[in-house]
C-alpha cells in the first residue's frame, strides 16, 4: 500500500520503533504525524542502539526521507541533539533527508517549565506526565498562541519569543515556580532554532507527489491508541490524536490518501503502562518482576524518555478490540512474544465485568475504566526459547495458539511477531 500507517494499540511503548525500522526497509518516507519527545523510540542495528524521541525511526534507513509533520510539538534542543548523535553514528541527517513541516509547532523552555509546575500543583492527582512540555505547547496550538517551525524565518521571532517567556513567568508565578531566565534563554533559542531553518519543508504537497507517483510512506504514529486526548484513559493521556487517522491531518494529506492505506496495530504480547491512570489487568509482585524485567537490558519495561518503570499486566483483550475499531486497523503486530516463554499460564483478558453485568466491548469510551474488573481465559504457556523462530511452523504449539487467540478476539490478523531485539528477529505470518 502507498500508505502504511503504524499505530501502538495500548498506551505506547509497544515497540513501534523496531517495527517501522523493519518496515521501513520497503518505504520512500518516514514520518511522524503527532507527539514530540515525550515518545522515545528504541531501534537496534547490529550493535549500535538508537534512542530515537523525535526522528522518525525509519530514517536509519539510507534511502528513508524523515518527515516532522504539522501534528507535532517540536523541541528544537532535543532535535538537534538526536540529530548530531545519529550522525555521529553514521546516518546522514541533511535537509534533504530530513524534512520539517512549518505549521509545526515548537515546545519552549517554557513549556517545560509549565508541564513541570502544573503537575506538581496537582499534587498526588498528577498525570504522570512526561515533563516535556508536550501538553502546554498544545494548549498553545488550541489557543492561537503558539510558535511554529514557520515563525522561525519571521522577522519578529525575537519579540514573539520573548512575549512567550514573559507570558509563562507570570504563570509559573502564580503556581510558585521559579521564572525563567528571559535573555539568557532567548539567545539560546535562537541559536538552537537558527540551525533548523533549511529543514523546514512543504511536508503536505511532498508527500501528496509522493503519493501519486506510487511512492511508499510509513506513518509512525507516536504514543497509543489509549492515550488518545479524544479516545484514551482521558485525563490520563496524551495532548495529541494519537489514532490512526491522525495521519492524514497530522502530515496535510487528504482523504483520498485513506484509500490506499494499510493500518498496521502494533501491541505487546503482554500489556504496559507509563504514569497515572486505570489498567485493570495490572498485576503485581512477582509476575510483575518477571514481566517488567531487572532493567539491565534496553529492552525491558523502563521508561525510554524518563526511566521509570512501566506498570505490567497480562494482555488486555477488550481494549485491543476497541483499538481495531477506533484506528480501523487492518493488521496486527505483535510484539516481545519471546518475554512469555517460560511462564506456564498465560491470562488473556476476553471481557470485563460491570456492575455483575459481563461485557466483551466498552460500553462508553476508555475512561469508563475504572469500574471494570478483568475476565480471564488461562492459556498453557510454553517453555522453549521463541528468539531464533522465523517461520510459523517452527513457533512452539502453545504460542501458536496463543497468538490465533489474540487475533480472534481481535477480528484482525496478525501480520507480524517480533521475538527478540535484532532487526532480524521478527517473523512474518
Ligand atoms: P505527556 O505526553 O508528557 O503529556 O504525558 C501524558 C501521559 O502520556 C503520561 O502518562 C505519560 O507517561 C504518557 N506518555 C506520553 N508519551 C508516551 C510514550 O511515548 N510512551 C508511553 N507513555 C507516554
Known amino acids: 500500500m502507498p500508505l502504511n500507517i503504524i499505530v501502538g494499540v495500548q498506551w505506547g511503548d509497544e515497540g513501534k520503533g523496531?517495527?517501522?525500522d523493519y518496515l521501513a526497509a520497503g518505504a520512500d518516507y518516514a514520518a511522524r504525524y503527532n507527539g514530540g519527545d515525550?515518545?522515545?523510540?528504541t531501534v537496534t542495528v547490529g550493535s549500535k542502539i538508537f534512542k530515537l524521541h523525535l526522528v522518525p525511526s525509519g530514517i536509519v534507513h539510507p534511502h528513508t526521507i524523515g518527515v516532522l509533520g504539522n501534528g507535532m510539538v517540536v523541541n528544537p534542543h532535543t532535535l538537534l541533539a538526536e540529530m548530531s548523535g545519529l550522525r555521529g553514528a553514521g546516518v546522514s541527517i541533511a535537509p534533504q533527508r530530513l524534512h520539517i513541516s512549518p505549521a509545526a509547532h515548537l515546545i519552549t523552555p517554557a513549556h517545560r517549565a509549565l508541564d513541570k509546575a502544573q503537575e506538581r500543583s496537582l499534587g498526588k492527582g498528577l498525570l504522570g506526565t512526561t515533563g516535556r512540555g508536550i501538553g502546554p505547547a498544545y494548549t498553545d496550538k488550541a489557543a492561537r498562541r503558539g510558535l511554529r517551525m514557520a515563525d522561525l524565518l519571521a522577522p519578529d521571532f525575537r519579540d514573539r519569543l520573548r512575549d512567550h517567556l514573559l507570558a509563562a513567568n507570570r504563570i509559573l508565578n502564580l503556581l510558585g515556580a521559579p521564572g525563567l531566565e528571559v535573555d539568557s534563554e532567548i539567545e539560546t533559542y535562537l541559536n538552537q532554532t537558527s540551525r533548523l531553518a533549511l529543514y523546514i519543508h512543504d511536508v503536505s504537497g511532498e508527500l501528496h507527489l509522493a503519493m501519486q507517483q506510487g511512492q511508499i510512506i510509513l506513518a509512525e504514529g507516536a504514543q497509543g491508541t489509549l492515550l488518545d486526548i479524544d479516545h484514551?484513559?482521558?485525563?490520563?493521556?496524551?495532548?495529541?490524536?494519537?489514532?490512526?487517522?491522525?495521519?492524514?491531518?497530522?502530515?496535510?494529506?487528504?482523504?483520498a490518501a485513506a484509500r490506499e492505506a494499510s493500518v498496521l496495530g502494533v501491541t505487546k504480547a503482554f500489556q504496559t503502562r507509563v504514569g497515572s491512570g486505570p489498567f485493570p489487568t495490572e498485576v503485581q509482585g512477582e509476575m510483575a518482576e518477571r514481566l517488567r524485567g531487572t532493567g539491565a537490558n534496553p529492552w525491558d519495561e523502563f521508561g525510554t524518555t524518563t526511566g521509570r518503570p512501566r506498570r505490567v499486566g497480562w494482555l488486555d483483550g477488550v481494549l485491543l478490540r476497541y483499538a481495531v475499531r477506533v484506528n480501523g486497523?487492518?493488521?496486527?503486530?505483535?510484539?516481545?512474544?519471546?518475554?512469555?516463554s517460560g511462564i506456564p499460564k498465560l491470562q488473556l483478558c476476553t471481557g470485563y465485568t460491570v456492575n455483575s453485568t459481563l461485557i466483551r466491548d466498552l460500553p462508553g469510551g476508555a475512561d469508563g475504566l475504572s469500574a471494570c474488573t478483568p475476565v480471564y481465559?488461562?492459556?498453557p504457556g510454553w517453555t522453549e526459547d521463541v528468539t531464533h523462530v522465523r517461520k510459523w511452523k517452527n513457533l512452539p504449539k502453545n504460542a501458536q495458539k496463543y497468538l490465533e487467540k489474540i487475533s480472534s478476539l481481535a477480528e484482525t490478523p496478525i501480520k507480524l511477531v517480533s521475538l527478540g531485539p535484532e532487526r532480524e528477529q521478527i517473523l512474518e505470518v
Open 232 to 255: 484514551g484513559t482521558y485525563p490520563f493521556v496524551t495532548s495529541s490524536t494519537t489514532l490512526a487517522p491522525a495521519a492524514l491531518t497530522g502530515l496535510g494529506l487528504g482523504m
Open 329 to 340: 486497523l487492518t493488521e496486527l503486530v505483535i510484539t516481545k512474544l519471546d518475554i512469555l
Open 377 to 379: 481465559e488461562e492459556l
Open 18 to 20: 523496531r517495527i517501522v
Open 38 to 41: 515525550n515518545a522515545g523510540h
